[in-house]
């Protein structure tokens, strides 16, 4: 054998092992978790990553990097909150088990409007503390060569440019730059054409999927849309907790195990039930409610839709005190159909609105008043 023959069959060998690179390693990949939440209490949450997400098990323990696309918080936190307070501790504890354990850790930025910049706090308690857990955090659109395991990883977060457009002329470029046609993993937060509906008004803050898959070697974890729903290599998280009622799906997260996907439920999700009441009978409602919570003294939230002075609007407290671990509420069956409408409309304005900077505030701010009271604009 010469040696340049040698030598082309050692490049062909090291090529092909680069290729499976990824798929020899174990991945946990979540995201959506919305501490701080409004209806899910963020104690609860905590309690389930724990014991669902990160229970202390050799699978756990075996884990080589840990992945979180986004959204880590809900909403901005007071610094002396309760959950704040939960928060912080949470991600001491589970810094600690990663370096203890050797598990990298890799955290995108969500939405703003969830995130707020919070997870540097994982960076925050990392450093101060001197935990020495192998951790990053993304706030741009970066590409990583992580040479412990041989591969390379794209991170996108949320609204890292003005449009989707954009945002894929930036990852041509940090392709070229690093030499690289392809990446092995790809780590998002927002949302493929496949995962909403009605996306013609919005199809600038959405992103390709042939051209994402055409660039990533194995799998896209994304974050963002609360649904696991795969799609080929596109691999969708979903949210880790339930968080309000219309949200009755399973929920967890993705491990990627020696090249085998698996979604890993979340067996102790907050149950969100919804129960269309309209013309019952008390007894009736109550049987109907016992049926739906046999077996389980977990706790819950209850909302029963009926018709304007149907009984369920007078039995909430007394369901209340049968069921002290449990919340109940009741809507009028229409309104609830015609607030669920609104609710998917504000998020679709939300998701539409372009990402602001310093150098296009003011216009933003022109045109929202120009929308809103267009006789008042010259004011």
């Not at 503390?129 to 041989?150: M, P, Q, V």
């Not at 609105?353 to 310093?358: D, G, R």
Request: a negative charge; charged letters at 25%.
């Amino acid at each position: 054998m010469t040696k340049k023959l040698a030598l082309s069959e050692a490049i062909s060998a090291e090529i092909q092992l680069k290729e499976v690179a990824a798929l020899r390693l174990n991945i946990a990949s979540l995201s959506d978790i919305h501490f701080n939440h409004p209806n899910t209490p963020t104690e609860f949450i905590i309690r389930n990553i724990n014991r669902y997400v990160f229970p202390d098990t050799p699978e756990t323990r075996a884990l080589d990097i840990i992945f979180i696309g986004g959204d880590v918080t809900d909403s901005l936190m007071d610094f002396a909150s309760n959950n704040a307070v939960a928060f912080r501790k949470w991600v001491s504890e589970f810094l600690r088990y990663c370096a203890k354990h050797d598990i990298m850790v890799r955290i995108i930025e969500g939405t703003p409007l969830h995130d707020w910049g919070q997870s540097i706090i994982f960076v925050e308690e990392n450093e101060n503390h001197e935990i020495g857990c192998d951790l990053k955090y993304f706030t741009d659109i970066s590409i990583e060569h992580i040479a412990r395991y041989n591969i390379d990883v794209l991170y996108i977060p949320d609204e890292a440019r003005p449009t989707t457009h954009i945002t894929w002329n930036v990852v041509q470029q940090l392709l070229l730059e690093n030499g690289l046609e392809k990446v092995d993993l790809a780590i998002m937060h927002g949302a493929f054409g496949y995962q909403l509906p009605n996306i013609e008004e919005i199809k600038d803050k959405i992103h390709d999927e042939e051209k994402y898959c055409s660039i990533v070697r194995h799998y896209i974890f994304i974050g963002h849309v609360h649904q696991h729903r795969p799609n080929g290599k596109i691999i969708p998280n979903g949210s880790t907790d339930r968080l309000r009622h219309g949200e009755e799906d399973i929920k967890g997260h993705v491990r990627l195990n020696k090249g085998e996907i698996t979604f890993i439920p979340n067996l102790g999700a907050m149950r969100y039930i919804t129960l269309e009441v309209p013309g019952m009978s008390a007894d009736e409602i109550m049987d109907l409610v016992e049926k739906r919570l046999a077996g389980n003294d977990d706790i819950f939230q209850i909302r029963l839709l009926a018709n304007t002075g149907d009984v369920a609007f007078g039995i909430a407290k007394r369901l209340t005190s049968m069921y002290p671990h449990g919340r109940f509420d009741v809507a009028n069956i229409d309104k609830a159909s015609k607030k669920r409408e609104r609710i998917t409309m504000r998020e679709t304005k939300v998701s539409n609105l372009p990402t602001l900077t310093k150098g296009n505030l003011l216009e933003e701010w022109c045109k929202e008043i120009l929308d809103a009271a267009p006789d008042r604009y010259d004011q």
